[in-house]
């Protein structure tokens, strides 16, 4: 009796898992330093919440978002995950507002070297090319990203 109640709750339990489609990725995190040098740390889930700390090399640009606005799972040609998130509700320590866009991808293990992010701040909302005031894209040293 006790092997048929195990047998159907892995049977239970793996088809609740096909359920869910595999680009729905639900929550993202990481650490590292960008190409420009910039510290960051963040974590993002679906339902918007999270922060992202920044901080470039020289101190000067820091800013903590403590909300997202938009969070988007999709993969990238090769088939990585990636995860898109922007926010409005982010700030420098002189309490200047600033808004961000930014993508992850999780390129494997270890992350390290070969993880992506790709930031975007402006002065404006929505953060466009056109309005961007400071872009930092590239692979990620000293950390890496992790989407689950």
């Not at 006790?2 to 489609?21: E, N």
């Not at 729905?24 to 330093?33: K, N």
């Not at 990238?76 to 982010?90: H, N, S």
Request: with cysteine; hydrophobic share 35%; glycine share 10%.
């Amino acid at each position: 009796m006790r092997g048929r109640r195990v047998l159907a709750a892995s049977v239970g339990a793996a088809l609740m898992w096909l359920t869910i489609p595999a680009s729905a990725s639900e929550l993202v995190t990481g650490t590292g330093q960008t190409k420009r040098s910039a510290s960051f740390g963040f974590v993002a889930s679906s339902d918007r919440s999270g922060e992202l700390e920044y901080i470039s090399d020289s101190g000067v640009f820091h800013v903590h978002c403590t909300r997202y606005s938009s969070f988007e799972s999709s993969e990238t040609k090769q088939g990585f995950p990636r995860v898109t998130v922007t926010a409005r509700k982010c700030f420098r320590p002189n309490g200047a507002q600033r808004f961000l866009r930014a993508k992850f991808v999780d390129r494997g293990e270890p992350g390290t070297g070969i993880d992506i992010v790709r930031i975007r701040w402006s002065r404006t909302w929505p953060v466009t090319q056109q309005n961007t005031m400071r872009h930092d894209a590239g692979r990620i040293a000293g950390g890496e990203v992790q989407i689950l």
